[in-house]
């Protein structure tokens, strides 16, 4: 085995927990119910707990006198040689040693398959399960890498299990693993808080009550207020909460923190390329995009191949379920505001243009109440006046009335005056919201 420099040691040995961390107590059920699987994969994208979720489960596995190993996986890694001997480390780190002596590593043969004999020879006859973590797999990119894997996999060991955490698609085979029911699953909505976890992770945050006046009942509306902002991202809540008022996130107007838009920067958007970055901040102007509106918002006629590629990467780019006509994916509402944000402070005009090409498009398609929404936002006042007009029996039932009255109260005089029926519309929702609010 090759002598590891102190870099590479640190790879093989878990985080320390927080002591802040709030115990994930349904997910690890959930993933000790499934312990016996070949392969458990996690995959969220950043900032869902991956690492601290698989280190809690750790714990639990060693208690019940199960062999962990760890590895922290880097792009030096994304070689079927190198790989071997990482996991080769974590392994006897993790306390096993051969029952006979392990063959070295060939030199003249790269092929994967001549790999696995070292990692066989290593585990035959180890007592008991053994679980191998692997963190980071989106560093393995490489098929000679995915295929040793593979391998590994396949082997026949029943004791090992492997333990994967990604951002992203894995590019390994899983179809006969789900087949065989030797796949265990979790995804973005079992990493995702409960509300429950949120509370928990409020009532940390706070100095018994007093954050609020005394008041529980306001601990509690600020914990759901953040689990609503947040859909329960855990490094969203940490960021959100850090904030010296955590009622904040509930109120109207709530802007994210600069820790925040420094995070989306600093985990999410500074791997990514010019055209994918401008890709995202296009499709981030509506609540929701199909192939088709991406395609006018982007000028991009593969549009519907970014888009699944973002989501297979773990870019916070889900598919909308149940949507009646299907293929529309949203983004997780707090990067889609850090987007945004970051657009408004180019000042370049980008921004106005694209809600523009929204309204256009969704007016063409049937939704007058979106299309005025970014007509307004755009500042065409063309646009609004033809969809007031055009639909001015649908408009008491349109929900962007504040949005309205906002604009059609900040037109020039000699601009309402070229469209009375956008003025009798703005009296008729402003009668409307009285009425709401009274």
Not at 49 to 64: E, H
Not at 288 to 302: H, P, S
Not at 369 to 389: K, M, R, S, T
């Amino acid at each position: 085995m090759e002598t590891l420099n102190a870099v590479v040691a640190t790879r093989l040995l878990p985080p320390r927990l927080n002591r802040c961390s709030i115990p994930r107590a349904t997910l690890l059920q959930s993933l000790h119910a499934v312990r016996y699987s070949r392969l458990v994969l996690l995959t969220a994208p950043a900032g869902y707990g991956k690492t601290t979720v698989m280190a809690q489960w750790r714990q639990r596995l060693l208690a019940d006198g199960a062999r962990v190993a760890w590895l922290a996986l880097a792009a030096e890694d994304d070689d079927p040689h190198q790989l071997c001997a990482r996991l080769e480390a974590s392994l006897r780190q993790a306390g096993i040693r051969p029952r006979r002596a392990v063959p070295a590593p060939p030199q003249d043969n790269p092929g994967p398959a001549a790999l696995l004999p070292v990692l066989v020879a290593l585990l035959d006859g180890v007592p008991g399960e053994v679980y191998l973590m692997l963190d980071g797999f989106d560093h393995l990119r490489r098929s000679a890498t995915l295929a040793f894997l593979q391998d590994l996999l396949r082997a026949r060991l029943p004791h090992l299990h492997l333990v994967v955490a990604a951002r992203g698609a894995t590019g390994m085979a899983l179809a006969r693993l789900r087949a065989c029911r030797e796949l265990a699953e979790f995804g973005t909505a079992a990493l995702a808080f409960t509300l429950a976890e949120t509370l928990a992770f409020v009532g940390q945050r706070v100095d018994g009550c007093s954050a609020h006046g005394g008041s529980a009942q306001a601990a509690i509306d600020a914990a759901v207020g953040l689990h609503e902002l947040t859909e329960g991202w855990p490094a969203g809540l940490e960021l959100t909460a850090a904030s010296p008022d955590l009622a904040g996130p509930a109120a109207c107007g709530w802007k994210a923190p600069a820790s925040m838009h420094a995070y989306w920067r600093e985990e999410v958007t500074a791997s990514l390329g010019p055209a994918l970055l401008a890709f995202l901040q296009c499709i981030a102007v509506p609540r929701q995009v199909d192939a088709a509106l991406a395609a006018q918002l982007t000028g991009t006629a593969e549009a519907g191949q970014q888009l699944a590629h973002i989501a297979a990467r773990g870019l916070f780019l889900d598919i909308v379920p149940g949507h009646a006509q299907g293929g529309w994916y949203r983004l997780h509402p707090l990067l889609r505001g850090h987007l945004l944000h970051e657009l408004a402070r180019a000042g370049t005009g980008v921004l106005p243009a694209l809600h523009v090409r929204a309204a256009a498009w969704l007016a063409r398609h049937g939704e007058p109440a979106e299309a005025i929404a970014h007509a307004l936002q755009g500042d065409d006042f063309d646009c609004v006046q033809a969809l007031v007009e055009g639909n001015a029996g649908q408009l008491p039932g349109i929900h962007p009335l504040r949005e309205f009255l906002q604009w059609a109260r900040a037109l020039p005089h000699c601009a309402a005056a070229r469209c009375h029926r956008a003025g009798l519309a703005g009296r008729r929702h402003d009668g409307a919201g009285r009425v709401a609010g009274g």
